[in-house]
């Protein structure tokens, strides 16, 4: 094997940069911490610009809007008797609970990780790695699982195929990782971020409503641009740099899906099917049961309404099918341990989502939103970039890939930003969807080289696992050029998709309506 590590001047150079990177992000409050102190800082600046007569006139209503002081005696009571209505009301908190439970019945029943081996196990060699991208970009919608699951098996795969383990590691963390918001499925962080942004854009208008399908479109695209520029770079630039494997790690045999597993697919694949077709039978004739008679259009159905609970639905019950089948689950104890289980990696989110709802909050009734927004579509209509979407969403995904180096969380990064950018942009005219899905593509493309992904640590054991003197300069230098090839990949298909007037998702317009 060529060293696993980078030369002697280049590693020095990214070391010296992770080092600063590190401590500038071990430098931050953790972000409960973070926004407890923005809802404080939010609190002081209401009275100082309350005191200071700030105001700016509504473009929508043509009426001066005041800062509102929470620095005062109703100030204070208003956030003591609400504390609790905005952490119940808190877009993000019920939808994602209530998506994850389903999905981690089918992780927990090993539906999800018997899916990925057989989608790995029955590709042809020359097909291995787009496929290890693709299923990587898919295992998404399982949460965790790609990174505990497939990172790791795709680094034995191809270690018994006699190529760099290192490379099977690095394709499917590309895939896992830096391609986190493409999909052709709708998953959780399509809700929770449609939760986000549909709340900071009633900042500029109250009534309007943000789908979890709101960038389904660009998405569905995104997820084969991003396999095939995963497979380019990892077959053109990181399999020549690595070279031949010459470490001690010794070839496992990867073993094929036993019987259980393979009963255990079928009789969830019969259990997807027959959800389908009751679905089908919902909204496909004009007075479907999954159809609302006073809003006959499919976006307005039940099943596009109450999206969050289908999701739950495909996920608690293949996920049960499969576990009776193979016998991971034998009785309710089970598919209660399994829920359990799931709540358990969201307590971390609870914590947060807490404070994170009194500063939306709070940030809403000071009616500093909107003029901020106001404040800043006059610059840029003052700088003459209004009528340039391509540059003012490619600098979206700058900042955004920019901001991630340091908070990895796309919802706790996006909770931070949305009620600047989106009512911003929405003044501007262009639609919350097209902003959530620029932020996106930056989201994702830098999570692969930043060590404070809370996964980092756990691919550099992966990695240990074949050379034990990789470090953090190796894991890096494998993943730069994923990360520089996806940011220009996607950052053109978005450009194209602007310049196509192709919608985000459906119902889901790049411009809005003037």
Not at 69 to 77: D, K, P
Not at 294 to 322: C, E, N, Q
Not at 386 to 396: E, S
Request: charged residues 10%; glycine residues 8%.
């Amino acid at each position: 094997m060529k060293s696993s590590s980078i030369a002697p001047v280049s590693a020095s150079f990214f070391q010296r940069f992770l080092n600063g990177v590190e401590r500038a992000g071990n430098a931050l409050p953790h972000p409960a911490t973070l926004f407890a102190g923005l809802a404080v800082l939010v609190v002081i600046l209401s009275g100082v610009l309350h005191a200071a007569e700030v105001a700016v006139t509504h473009p929508a209503t043509g009426k001066a809007v005041g800062v509102v002081n929470l620095l005062s005696i109703e100030g204070l009571h208003r956030m003591i008797l609400e504390a609790v209505r905005n952490f119940l009301n808190y877009p993000p908190l019920g939808i994602s609970l209530t998506c994850l439970l389903g999905i981690g019945i089918a992780e927990y029943s090993g539906l999800m990780g018997a899916m990925l081996r057989l989608v790995v196990l029955a590709s042809p060699r020359r097909l291995i790695t787009p496929m290890v991208v693709f299923a990587a970009v898919m295992s998404n919608a399982g949460s965790e699982v790609g990174y505990v699951l497939l990172i790791p098996l795709a680094a034995a795969l191809y270690h018994a195929l006699g190529r760099h383990p290192f490379l099977g590691l690095a394709a499917a963390f590309a895939g896992v990782s830096g391609g986190y918001s493409a999909n052709l499925l709708v998953g959780s962080v399509d809700v929770l971020l449609a939760g986000l942004t549909e709340a900071a854009a009633q900042i500029v208008d109250p009534g309007y409503k943000v789908a979890a399908t709101a960038n389904y479109y660009f998405m569905v695209a995104s997820t084969f641009f991003i396999t095939a520029a995963g497979t380019w770079v990892t077959e053109k630039i990181v399999a020549p740099r690595l070279g031949d494997y010459s470490g001690d790690a010794t070839r496992e045999e990867l073993k094929p899906l036993s019987r259980e597993e393979k009963r255990g697919l079928w009789a969830a694949l019969v259990t997807v099917l027959v959800l389908i077709a009751i679905v089908l039978w919902g909204v496909l004739p004009a007075g479907g049961f999954l159809m609302d008679p006073r809003h006959p259009d499919f976006k307005d159905s039940i099943l596009m309404r109450g999206l969050v609970t289908f999701i739950f639905i495909f996920g608690l019950l293949p996920g049960v099918a499969y576990g009776i089948a193979a016998g991971t689950i034998k009785n309710d104890h089970h598919i209660a341990a399994g829920m359990t289980q799931t709540m358990k990696s969201m307590a971390s989110f609870i914590v947060l989502a807490f404070f994170a709802a009194q500063f939306i909050s709070y940030f809403n009734w000071t009616n500093l939103g909107i003029i901020t927004a106001v404040s800043g579509a006059d610059f840029i209509q003052k700088l003459g970039l209004q009528d340039m979407p391509i540059v003012l969403m490619i600098a979206v995904i700058i900042f955004a890939g920019t901001v991630n180096i340091l908070i990895s969380s796309a919802s706790a990064k996006w909770a931070l930003l949305a009620p600047v950018f989106v009512p911003m942009f929405m003044l501007l005219g262009y639609s919350p969807e097209l902003v959530q899905g620029a932020f996106r593509v930056g989201d994702s493309v830098t999570n692969i080289i930043t060590p404070l992904l809370s996964y980092f640590p756990l691919i550099l054991t992966f990695a240990h696992k074949y050379d034990p003197k990789a470090g953090i300069g190796t894991l890096i230098a494998t993943m730069l050029p994923y990360t520089f090839t996806f940011v220009i990949a996607w950052t053109i298909v978005l450009i194209a998709w602007i310049m196509l007037g192709v919608p985000m998702g459906p119902d889901a317009p790049l411009f809005l309506a003037k």
